[in-house]
């Protein structure tokens, strides 16, 4: 077996089919990086898996997961200006968490040098939104690399590491997920290794680093003017496909290949455009290329992010040129498959693309929506809430697995935002509502990322909700990554912000659970309730790991008058329709973890026989 | 610009992933070039799970709707989506005959996909490969799936012993004879 650790830290030069994710691993160990922090979040978890699978003893640099994505950002900065090269990773939305500092970097000399990967995520295919992160870029003068497949994102990493330690200044790395996930066979480098580390942190000789009075526009000056160094830069990241057309497309990302592949041959009748770098814009390049077109399209996925500079460009160089943006909010909208970079070019240039014939494929599809996996502590927890929550009242959700629950059949978890969201919004809930119940619920992991701001608040001034703590011990969603509820006890922590209602359960313990989740209602003031169950998916690996192939799973037995309580309400994907509305356990899904039993209002529900558990 | 494009789908939890990597390995043991990229969001969590793969002259690895010449799916409900939106004439089709039903199914919302919904396809021009063994271990699915796709050759140029190679670099020594095991008896 190949294990993926041994093949990141041989010595190389070597190839190997490996995703992008995973390519910038290599690129880390082979660029001398030393620091290397994140917070958990797709599309970039693998870039942690692939880290976490070489040895802490042979692997060159230090990683840590951050409580949450600010503070993985603040860690790198306060490596890299000791000297020590540091690299952050997080999701898209994480560029929010880290906006309070990371509009600052600019302004300050990184002599280690750093590189930031974001990994945006066009089609919302993991995300509450799809927002379009370069807007950041423009507004903190920084410069930004965004590669188009596994081998340009190794490339670019190396690439933005040399211009970061020269210019002593943060890099960003855009990627999107399908290029954070693009699978090919990479051609790696070298790697020596070099053991030395720095100290050299020295606000005398390199600062100020306090930006305050006069300073902040004397630093502000030093990032605009290496901005305009940076556009230099990016002049050398152009890729130009050119054969004297008339028409031409800038591009950049993986709409570049998506578009070669639509095009096919037809690719002959077009030129393109595309950009390595895709802020600073290269302005020669630019204007060259439209003064060598008559009609340009920009094809660029989410918003009009290059198409406002490339027409101001050629507002400014007084050019004719034709410049095609987006046609429609369709071209803000959705990430830029193939069949959509088609119907864009078509909307576009009719007679460039050949409307596609589309095959009659009439066959019956069924909808699949994502639920909570077999023996979930959240189902459990849900089963309880809905119970005992009327229609009228409010239940808050926030990011995790449990939100999931805002899905048939428990609909608990009704509004959601952002990481941390649901304190705050469950208090401005709870103003002048004195007859609806309101409820928030947060995850561990959550909980320390972002959820403590809001419950202080909530002590502080008197907000009159209950909250509770979905405590699986993992963050989950994203792939069972470890927190700090694994150190630091979130009942100590509620204790220490004075909080006198605190209720401990497990979800699975039902009576117990519609007991104090009545109590914590019925208490008027502010109440927490942490409903555990470990995550039974993390369980069941684990559980498959240690040899256990066969468990005793559950069974319908003859008591079953088919009032289907178990799907319907409880909802386990275990439970199945068969012909004449009967139930049956799916044996490929069932843990045999038993948290069904007691939902059958017949008590129908039992354990195999024979086997021991 | 012509690539070979091979579709794969399931639910999260099937085995997806595991079953692309020796695909796209055993590919590129075949001496050819090969492409891919998997789909997840919030696979993990029951949703559907996809992967891409290109073999040949491609600069990305997504396939155009109805542009797939080989659908793997490890799922009845799954293959039947697939066909919709990825097959296209003459494309070859291999499913496990399993049902993870959805939610929708399963709240008596909506029917499941039945083997008769899925032979309809042949009269689309499309080619199918029905396949159901008893297993010990229901992960090993995607291994069946795949000793289907070599006993009949549906990916040209990949041998047997290349996907053993795959196989052999993805799992350790046990897992790898357990599987091994499954794909060589025929």
């Known amino acids: 077996m190949k294990t993926l650790g041994g093949i990141l830290v041989q010595k190389g030069p070597f190839e190997e089919i490996v995703i992008g994710n995973t390519a910038i691993v290599r690129a880390m160990i082979e660029g001398g990086v030393k620091v290397v922090t994140s917070y958990p979040g797709s599309p970039t978890p693998e870039i942690a898996e692939a880290i976490n699978s070489i040895p802490k003893e042979v692997r060159p ?18 490596a890299a200006l000791n000297g020590n090269t540091s690299c952050v990773f997080f999701k898209s939305v994480g560029m929010n968490v880290v906006a309070d500092s990371f509009v600052q970097l600019s302004m300050m000399r990184i002599p280690g040098g750093m590189i930031i990967v974001v990994g945006d995520d066009p089609g919302a295919n993991s995300s509450q939104n799809e927002q379009d992160n370069r807007h950041y870029m423009r507004m903190s003068y920084t410069p930004v690399f965004e590669p188009c497949n596994a081998q340009e994102i190794y490339d670019m990493f190396l690439e933005a590491l040399r211009i970061s330690r020269t210019f002593e200044s943060a890099i960003v790395i855009r990627l999107t997920t399908h290029t954070a996930h693009f699978k090919q066979k990479v051609r790696f480098g070298e790697y020596i ?18 930006p305050l009075g006069e300073a902040v526009f004397m630093m502000k000056r030093r990032a605009l003017e290496n901005l305009q160094k940076y556009s230099e ?10 054969k004297g057309n008339q028409r031409g497309i800038i591009t950049a990302g993986l709409p570049f290949a998506t578009i070669l592949d639509v095009l096919g041959e037809r690719v002959d009748y077009v030129d393109i455009l595309k950009l390595g770098m895709i802020h600073p814009l290269p302005r020669k390049a630019v204007v060259q290329f439209l003064k060598s077109h008559k009609e340009v399209k920009i094809v660029e996925e989410l918003d009009d992010f290059l198409e406002e500079k ?3 460009i050629a507002y400014d160089e007084g050019l004719e040129t034709k410049i095609i943006g987006k046609l429609s909010i369709d071209e803000w909208i959705g990430e830029y498959l193939p069949d959509k970079v088609e119907e864009v070019l078509f909307d576009t240039w009719p007679d460039l693309v050949e409307k596609p014939e589309v095959p009659k494929m009439s066959i019956k599809t069924v909808k699949r929506v994502p639920q909570l996996c077999p023996g979930c502590g959240h189902r459990a927890a849900f089963y309880v809430i809905s119970k005992v929550l009327s229609e009228r009242d409010i239940s808050v959700a926030d990011i995790g697995c449990h939100t999931l629950g805002y899905l048939p059949p428990y609909e608990v978890g009704q509004v959601l935002l952002c990481m941390g969201h649901s304190n705050g919004t469950a208090s401005g809930l709870s103003l002048f509502n004195s007859e609806r119940k309101v409820i928030a619920l947060i995850g561990d992991s959550t909980f320390f990322h972002a959820g403590l701001p809001g419950i202080i608040n909530a002590v ?4 009159k909700y209950v909250l509770i703590v979905m405590e699986n011990y993992t963050t989950a969603m994203t792939g069972h990554q470890d927190h700090a509820g694994s150190k630091i006890k979130i009942k100590s922590v509620l ?11 497990d979800t699975y313990n039902y009576e117990r659970f519609e007991q104090v989740l009545r109590e914590a209602i019925a208490a008027q003031g502010f109440s927490v309730i942490i409903a555990r169950h470990p ?10 790991v240690k040899g256990f192939a066969k468990v005793r799973q559950v069974r319908v037995t003859e008591k079953c008058n088919l009032a289907m309580s178990c799907i319907s309400i409880f909802g386990c994907p275990s439970f199945q329709r068969i012909e004449g509305n009967r139930v049956l356990v799916q044996k490929e899904l069932c843990i045999g973890d038993g948290s069904c039993l007691a939902v059958c209002p017949k008590g129908a529900l039992a354990y195999e026989e024979g086997d021991q558990r | 610009m012509k690539s070979f494009n091979i579709f794969l789908i399931g639910v999260g939890g099937q085995g997806i992933g595991l079953l692309s990597e020796v695909i796209a390995r055993a590919i590129d043991y075949s001496g050819q070039r090969v492409i891919g990229v998997d789909t997840h969001g919030l696979a993990q969590r029951g949703g559907t799970v996809s992967s891409h793969i290109k073999i040949g002259e491609a600069d990305s690895p997504l396939i155009k709707k109805h542009d797939a010449d080989l ?13 919709a939106n990825y097959a296209k004439v003459g494309c070859m089709v291999v499913y496990y005959n399993t049902s993870w039903q959805p939610l929708d199914v399963r709240l008596g919302r909506d029917r499941e996909i039945t083997e008769d919904d899925l032979e309809i396809a042949r009269s689309l021009g499309v080619r199918i490969f029905k396949v159901r063994e008893s297993l010990e271990d229901v992960r090993m699915q995607n291994i069946v799936l795949l000793k289907t796709v070599d006993e009949n050759r549906l990916i040209p140029g990949v041998k047997t012993e290349n996907y053993i190679l795959a196989m052999k670099d993805l799992m350790n020594e046990s897992v790898f004879e357990k599987n091994r095991t499954v794909f060589l008896n025929r």
């Open chain 1, 460 to 463: 502080y001034n008197d907000h």
């Open chain 1, 535 to 544: 995550c039974m998916l993390k369980f069941t690996r684990e559980r498959r």
């Open chain 1, 310 to 312: 490339i027409k101001a």
């Open chain 1, 233 to 242: 830069i990016s002049e050398n990241h152009v890729k130009l496909i050119a």
């Open chain 1, 495 to 505: 204790e220490a912000f004075g909080i006198k209602n605190i209720y401990e359960v």
């Open chain 1, 61 to 78: 640099f230090y990683f840590e997961f951050s409580v949450n994505e600010k503070v993985a950002l603040e860690v790198a900065f306060g």
């Open chain 1, 193 to 210: 290794p070099n053991s030395t580390s720095m100290s050299i942190f020295d606000p005398k000789k390199r600062g100020p680093y306090i």
């Open chain 2, 71 to 83: 659908i793997l799916a490890l799922e009845r409900q799954e293959a039947a989506r697939a066909i």
